[in-house]
C-alpha cells in the first residue's frame, strides 16, 4: 500500500508542468480525462532525454563533449517553470514548490542521482491550502493543489494522517503510487456531487482501479459508487466476470454492500442446483421444437462434460445418475408403447394425421435416450443401460414389422453402446455384451443403410470398430457364431452392412494360427529341456 507522510518540498528539487484543469457543470474541480493524462505524461516522462534544439553541424574538427547540463531544455519546460513560480507566489506567500534552471557547466549526473521532478500539477495554487504530490515508479511524480477540508470529508486515510500531527506544513507525499493516474482521477472525485455521471462514462477496468484506490484511501462514498456501477453493468467475458467477482470479495468485510454484485454469481436460495439441472434436462426432453432441442442438447451436454472434468473436490453440482436413469425409463416405456401402437394391423389403415406424430414421437424417444446415454457414457455409467437395452427383445421384435424409415433412429442408441464398449467406456458382463450383440446386431445391419444417409452424427468408421471390439470380447466359440452370421450377411449386402473385416482377421488369427503356435512353443520347450 502506498505510504503517506508530511513532509515539505526542497527548493530546486521540483520542476512542475500546469495543465488545464476541467470544471464540472456545478463549479467543482475534476481531474482531466484518462487521454489528457496519458498525452501529458508520455511527453513529460522525468526520464526523457533532453534533446538539443537543433543538431549540430558536421565539421572535421574534434567535437568536444557537450555535458548534460549545458543543452538547453525545451521552451516549454522553461515557460512551465516561470508560470509555476509565479503562481505559487501569488498563493500563499510561503511558496512550497519552486524550479530552478541551472546554467552552470556541471558533469552529467546519473539517472538514479536526478531529483524527483513533478512532471504535472492539477487544480489551483491561489484557491488551495495543501499540496498533495504522488511519487510514481522512475522518479514521475505528480502534484495536486487541492484542499484540506475536501480530504478529510471524504478520505479516513487523509484524515487520520492529518489529525495526527497539527503541523504547519500543508503538503502530503504519496509514496510508490502503482497507480498514479487512477490516484488522480480519484482525488479529484472527491469534488464531484454526483460521481454515478463521472464513473457511467468509465469501462469495468478502469472501475475497478478506481475501486482499489478508493478503498486504500478510506473513500467510502466512491467505493459505493463504484459497487452501485459494477452491479449494474454487463460484463464482458468470464475474464472480466473473474476480475470483478476478486476485486469486490476484497471488501466482504468491509460492510459496504458488496452482496447486490455478487448476486450475480452466487445464489442465496435453498433450492439444490441438482434440481435445477433435473428440470433443465426435462424441459430438454420434452422440447418438439428440432433446432432447438438439438442445439441445448449439445449446449447441455458441454457443460456437464465441464462439470466432469473437475476434481471430486471441488464439489461442483452435478446432476445424479438416478435423474438420468429416471428419464431413460420413461423414454423407453414410451417407445415401447409407441412401437406397440404402430405395430398394430389397423394402424397402417389410419389418415396421415394420426400416423403422423406417432412416427414423430419415435424419432424424439430414440434422440432423447442417444443423448441420455451419451451423458451415461460420459459419466462411465452406462453399464446397467446396456443391460437395460440388451433386454428388450420385445421391443427388437417388433422393430422388425416398423418401416426402416420411422425404425432406424432406434438403432442409433445400439450403435452408441457398441462404440462405448469398444472404447472402453462401458463394461458390460460378459452375459449382457453377448445379449446385447444378439438382439440388436441383426436390426442394426438392417438399418445400415439409412443410418449411413439418415443420421448426421453417424461415423461409419467408429461403430464399426465398435462392433468389432464388442465381438471380440466374447469367448472364441461365441465370437465364430457372430463372424460366421455376419460374413453371411456382409457377402449379400456389401455397403449395406458393416464391414468387419479387422476383427474377422483377429478372430481367423486367434482360431487357426494362435493354436499352431502354442502347439509349435509346447513342441520345442522339451526338446529345450533336454539340452
Known amino acids: 500500500m502506498a505510504e503517506i507522510r508530511l513532509t515539505r518540498v526542497e527548493q530546486g528539487q521540483t520542476k512542475i508542468r500546469n ?31 533532453a534533446k538539443p534544439s537543433s543538431p549540430p553541424p558536421r565539421t572535421t574538427v574534434q567535437k568536444k563533449q557537450t555535458p548534460f547540463s549545458d543543452r538547453k531544455a525545451p521552451p516549454t519546460s522553461i515557460r512551465s517553470e516561470v508560470a509555476c513560480q509565479e503562481q505559487t507566489n501569488r498563493g500563499s506567500g510561503k511558496p512550497t514548490i519552486n524550479g530552478s534552471v541551472t546554467n552552470e557547466r556541471t558533469p552529467r549526473p546519473k539517472i538514479e542521482s536526478l531529483p524527483r521532478k513533478v512532471a504535472i500539477e492539477y487544480g489551483e495554487p491561489g484557491t488551495s491550502d495543501m499540496k ?58 472527491m469534488y464531484c456531487k454526483d460521481m454515478k455521471q463521472r464513473l457511467i462514462k468509465q469501462n469495468v477496468s478502469r472501475v475497478l482501479r478506481i475501486l482499489k484506490v478508493a478503498e486504500v484511501l478510506g473513500f467510502v462514498s466512491c467505493t459505493k459508487s463504484c459497487l452501485e456501477y459494477l452491479e449494474a453493468v454487463p460484463w464482458v467475458g468470464e475474464e472480466e466476470e473473474e476480475k470483478v467477482v476478486s476485486s469486490v470479495l476484497r471488501l466482504q468485510n468491509e460492510s459496504i454492500g458488496v452482496t447486490p454484485v455478487l448476486k450475480r454469481v452466487s445464489s442465496g436460495t435453498v433450492n439444490p442446483p441438482n434440481n435445477t439441472l433435473s428440470d433443465i434436462m426435462d424441459l430438454v426432453l420434452k422440447s418438439n421444437e ?23 473436490y471441488v464439489g461442483s453440482a452435478d446432476i445424479h445418475s438416478e ?13 415401447l408403447s409407441l412401437f ?27 434422440d432423447n435416450l442417444s443423448w441420455l446415454l451419451e451423458i451415461l457414457c460420459d459419466r462411465q455409467a452406462a453399464d446397467e443401460f446396456a443391460l437395460v437395452w440388451a433386454r428388450q427383445q420385445e421391443l427388437a ?17 445400439t450403435a452408441r453402446l457398441f462404440v462405448g464398449i469398444g472404447r472402453g467406456e462401458v463394461l458390460p458382463s460378459k452375459d449382457t455384451r453377448h445379449s446385447l450383440l444378439q438382439t440388436w446386431l441383426q436390426p442394426l445391419i438392417n438399418d445400415y443403410s439409412w443410418l449411413q444417409h439418415g443420421c448426421r452424427s453417424f461415423d461409419r468408421k467408429v461403430v464399426e470398430e465398435g462392433i468389432g471390439r464388442t465381438i471380440l470380447t466374447l469367448p472364441l466359440e461365441n465370437q465364430q457364431n457372430m463372424m460366421l452370421n455376419w460374413l453371411s450377411t456382409f457377402l449379400k449386402s456389401g455397403d449395406n452392412c458393416p464391414n ?7 478372430w481367423w488369427r486367434r482360431t487357426f494360427i494362435r493354436p499352431y503356435l502354442e502347439t509349435q512353443d509346447s513342441v520345442l520347450q522339451p526338446d529345450s529341456s533336454k539340452q
Not at 495543465?19 to 511527453?43: D, H, L, N, R, Y
Not at 432447438?292 to 476434481?311: C, I, Q, T
Request: proline letters at 6%.
Open 132 to 189: 498533495v504530490i504522488l511519487l510514481g515508479k522512475q522518479g514521475f511524480c505528480v502534484k495536486l493543489s487541492v484542499h484540506k477540508n475536501v480530504l478529510v470529508e471524504n478520505s479516513h486515510l487523509f484524515a487520520n494522517k492529518l489529525s495526527e500531527e497539527e503541523s504547519t506544513l500543508s503538503c502530503l507525499e504519496i509514496d510508490d503510487c502503482e497507480d498514479v493516474e487512477i490516484y488522480v482521477e480519484t482525488v479529484g472525485l
Open 397 to 413: 421384435v417388433l422393430h422388425e414389422r416398423l418401416p426402416i424409415v420411422s425404425r432406424y433412429h432406434v438403432s442409433c442408441i
Open 19 to 49: 495543465v488545464p484543469i476541467a470544471v464540472t457543470p456545478e463549479g467543482f474541480w475534476c481531474c482531466p480525462s484518462p487521454v489528457g493524462f496519458q498525452k501529458t505524461t508520455k511527453s513529460q516522462n522525468p526520464l526523457n532525454k
Open 323 to 335: 435423474t438420468i436413469y429416471k428419464s431413460c425409463r420413461i423414454c423407453l416405456n414410451s417407445l
Open 290 to 312: 428440432e433446432r432447438g432441442r438439438r442445439e441445448m442438447k449439445s449446449v447441455v451436454l458441454k457443460l456437464l462434460r465441464e462439470n466432469n472434468s473437475l476434481p471430486s
Open 500 to 506: 468387419l473385416q479387422k476383427a474377422f482377421e483377429v
Open 340 to 366: 406397440q401402437q404402430a405395430t398394430e394391423p389397423e394402424f397402417a389403415d389410419k389418415p396421415i394425421e394420426i400416423k403422423e406424430p406417432v412416427m414423430k414421437q419415435i424419432a424424439l424417444d430414440a
